[in-house]
């Protein structure tokens, strides 16, 4: 099977290639639209800021590759943020491919840490991504902005307030969590993501 990840100016992408490569994945990290097009899986990871990153994206006319893939398509952190509608982050127009917003947490007392940083647990489970035993259990976070839940919805976690851990349209599915840092759990979620 051929996996590419999306190469383009955004952190994190070295740890999805180990992550995948835990699991016997060995992806390619390419911007070659080519590459990108005939391959199996496209992973769209990254952390960055998101006015930037879309900026990057349309210069190089990534923002209509990505939208045009017909393979399954996983977004992560950043990933899901620019396949939204609207980044509060730079008040910047997203790939539009959910219909999820996306706003900055708003702390509302002392204690309220912004970014969330670290494990919280996901719920309401949908699509072949998850599986039924994996209902509440611990993921990995970093994010300071996060999608408003929709009907593209496909896991719920609570920091703040409710929002969307993951999304699905079609072929497009994203986690706002690192499944590559989210141990056991991360790399089952990334085998079933596999074998879509």
Known sequence: MKVAIIKYNAGNIYSVMHGLRRIGVEPIVTDDKNLILSADKVIFPGVGEASSTMAYLQEHKLDELIRDLKQPVLGICIGLQLMCKHSE???????GIFDAEVKRFQSRKISDKVPQMGWNTIHSLQTKLFTPEMENQYV????SYYATCCSQTIAVTDYLQPFSAALNRNNFYATQFHPEKSGSLGESILRNFMNL
Do not use: M, Q
């Not at 982050?89 to 790939?95: D, I, K, P, S, V």
């Not at 990995?140 to 994010?143: A, D, I, K, M, S």
């Open 89 to 95: 982050e730079g008040n910047t127009e997203c790939l």
């Open 140 to 143: 990995y976070y970093v994010h």
